[in-house]
């Protein structure tokens, strides 16, 4: 089984910065990216940001390009997303996922094998 754990959530005012670590551990699989989700209260889950595990190529959603930035290292196991200019339309937790396929690619969603379990992200107005 793989374990994806997040850390870095908080509370933080609009305007500041967050930086979120995913720590991957557990059974190798070929791991085609890694990427980030939310889910605040009352809407569905979204995606926010992905990386390649052998290239980096970042992927982001409109909502975040130019204020979120995911870095990967490898050598750790370890994805970052550094959040900055943070928006109060930015809280939610965020999730950390792993897949082995590219299906991301074509459609955000799809092809996401493995979860964390969140850190909540608050930003205050």
């Known amino acids: 089984q793989v374990q994806l754990v997040e850390s870095g959530g908080g509370l933080v005012q609009a305007g500041g910065s967050l930086r979120l670590s995913c720590a991957a551990s557990?059974?190798?699989?070929?791991?085609?990216?890694m990427g980030w989700f939310r889910q605040a209260p009352g809407k569905e889950r979204e995606f926010v940001a992905a990386?390649?595990?052998?290239?980096?190529?970042?992927y982001y959603a409109d909502s975040v390009k130019g204020r979120f930035t995911i870095t990967r290292d490898s050598a750790k196991n370890m994805v970052y997303l550094q959040m900055n200019s943070l928006k109060p339309e930015d809280t939610a937790v965020y999730y950390c996922?792993?897949?082995?396929?590219?299906?991301?690619?074509?459609?955000?969603?799809?092809?996401?094998?493995?979860w964390g379990k969140g850190t909540l992200v608050t930003v205050s107005s």
């Open positions: 996922a792993a897949t082995g396929t590219p299906n991301f690619v074509v459609d955000r969603h799809r092809g996401w094998n493995y």
């Open positions: 990386i390649t595990w052998g290239g980096g190529k970042p």
């Open positions: 557990g059974r190798t699989f070929s791991r085609y990216a």
